[in-house]
């Protein structure tokens, strides 16, 4: 990855469907596993936001995407699910190369960006409102679902072209117009995508792309001519975007931070709860909003269970983004590996037990970039700060509990609710666990799966909304209700003459 051959990539914001120069300067990318110059992007500023704000209301408010019908939007949608298919290892490359995964999780990525973007091209086919008729003879009820309107999609560096994928099909099925504020480390793939739905026979205008900081993003929140906002990112952030979107009373569907626990019964198959915890600790270098970074386990099989998880994360393979044999890569930047180093430290100095891992890797092949190694800490309890906080890196913390009670208590004893799993082979266990957990979703016996038809979203601090599925598409819908009268009218008032 970020080779000294490869040239490094420009780009520009996407604006009308054409390239459209940076309003402030550029903003360099470095390959967080080599430090290699690999890309360069515009960095907007209002003057940019405006333009393009501009262009997806004009598209919006005149164009013919929302006037089209379902069964044409859904053939563009078809047609930019096969051009991604298509061009699969070349966005599989910038993800990894800019945000650090792994290339066979980057690939495996763009497959489910393609299989979200079939499914919202369905749902455009399919989309329709209700109709009521039990209303008296005289009446007839309508109601119309519509686009919203102008959405702007905001979206983090962890899942560059997945969490786009979340978003952008599902609002170009509804008729929406769009403007994407990618993360200014990760923005390739972004491009790349608006790229192919013109390409596919995407309108000028609808689908634009503003590159930049984050001010790019507030200003996008704040404009009047934007009707919704759909962020990914971190809890602080999205406080800031419903500051920012109060003026408008805008709607807002937020995705944000989580602390995911994975609660590990003593009658749950051993082998497949190991690789579930594994999995759901490292996956996408633990920069994941729904990873299992807290280890809930049973203390009748703690030690077991933690001998044998151990042995597995030390043979984890981390290296460069690259190697289709690497399990882990580089963490995003310089800043978020001390930023992980700083949450270990803290959990030491408050008596966590480090079983592996807990410092930064050196030499030959990890000097270069932002290398950290899969972490177990034990003896955690609730009240130390790596329990409650995200930490976004390959680290898990070990709390054991004793009962079922104590383990929902422990897992809900945070501010975040974004996803739990279960591990048990007990159907009692595993359902009241479920039913008792505060998280937008639940897995049992699985973790970190899903399916372009099953919603994802959060409670509590992990924000509002919810991206895929059908209530994915209808987030970015409006209802209007129609009242039709067919019979004469009663006269309310009787008018008779004024005394
Ligand atoms: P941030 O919240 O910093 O950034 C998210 C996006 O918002 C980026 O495009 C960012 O731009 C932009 N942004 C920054 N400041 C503002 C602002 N004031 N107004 C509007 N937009 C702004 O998150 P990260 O990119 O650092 O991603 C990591 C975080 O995202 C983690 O905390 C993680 O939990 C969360 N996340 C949540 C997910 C979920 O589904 N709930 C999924 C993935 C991540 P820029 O990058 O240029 O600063």
Redesign the pocket.
């Known amino acids: 990855m970020g080779s000294s051959s490869a040239p490094v990539r420009r780009y520009h914001h996407v604006i009308n469907g054409a390239d459209h120069p940076s309003g402030a300067g550029s903003i360099a990318r470095h390959a967080p596993d080599t430090g290699e110059l690999v890309a360069e992007f515009a960095s907007g500023d209002a003057d940019t936001v405006e333009r393009a704000v501009t262009a997806a209301r004009t598209a919006f408010d005149e164009g013919p995407w929302p006037r089209m019908t379902g069964a044409d939007r859904a053939a563009v949608l078809r047609a930019l699910a096969a051009s991604m298919e298509r061009d699969r290892d070349h966005l599989a490359r910038l993800d990894a190369e800019e945000s650090g995964k792994p290339i066979r999780q980057a690939l495996a990525n763009v497959d489910a960006s393609v299989a979200l973007t079939q499914h919202a091209a369905a749902l455009a086919l399919s989309a329709h409102g209700d109709s009521h008729t039990n209303l008296g003879s005289d009446f007839t009820g309508l109601v119309t679902r519509e686009p919203i309107g102008v959405a702007a999609l ?6 560059p072209l997945l ?1 786009l994928a979340q978003k952008l099909p599902y609002a170009l099925a509804a008729g929406c117009t769009v403007v994407v ?5 990760t923005a390739s793939s972004t491009v790349e995508v608006a790229r192919l739905a013109h390409e596919a026979g995407l309108p000028t205008g609808v689908l634009n792309v503003v590159l ?7 200003a ?2 704040e404009s009047d001519a934007v009707d919704m906002v759909s ?8 406080g ?2 419903i500051e ?1 979107s109060r003026h408008g009373a805008k709607k807002l569907s937020l ?4 602390k995911a626990a994975s609660i590990v019964f003593d009658d749950a198959e051993f082998e497949d709860a190991l690789d579930g915890v594994l999995f759901a600790g490292v996956f996408n270098n633990g ?4 990873a299992g970074a807290r280890l809930l386990v049973q203390d009748t099989i703690a030690d077991r269970f933690l001998e044998q998880l151990v042995a597995r994360m030390e043979k984890l393979r981390v290296g460069a983004t690259t190697s289709p044999a690497t399990d882990i890569g580089p963490l995003i930047h310089a800043e978020h590996l001390q930023k992980v180093q700083s949450y270990v430290d803290g959990a030491l100095a408050q008596g966590a037990k480090p079983l592996t891992g807990g410092a930064p890797l050196t030499g030959p092949g990890f000097d270069d970039g932002h290398f950290y190694p899969p972490t177990v800490l034990d003896a955690v309890t609730e009240t130390h700060t790596v329990f409650q906080e ?1 930490i ?1 890196g390959p680290v898990i913390t070990v709390t054991r509990f004793q009962d079922a009670n104590e383990a929902v208590r422990l897992a809900n004893g945070v501010r975040y609710g ?1 996803g739990n799993s279960v591990w048990t082979k007990n159907i009692d266990t595993a359902l009241t666990v479920a039913r008792a957990l505060r998280s937008g979703t639940v897995w049992i016996n699985t973790t970190i799966d899903g399916a372009p038809q099953l919603p ?1 979203g ?1 409670v509590k601090e ?2 509002y909304g919810r991206e895929m599925g059908q209530a994915g598409f209808e987030e970015f819908t409006e209802l209007k209700t129609v009242q039709i009268r067919s019979g004469r009218r009663t006269p309310f008032f009787s008018l008779g003459e004024r005394p």
């Open positions: 905001i979206t983090p560096w962890n899942f969490l504020k990618p993360s200014e480390l930049g900081a984050g001010s790019v993003g507030q996008l929140a962020f990914t990112g971190s809890t602080a952030t999205g800031k975007v920012a995705e944000l931070g989580g920069e994941c909003c729904v995200e976004f974004l994802s959060g992990s924000g």
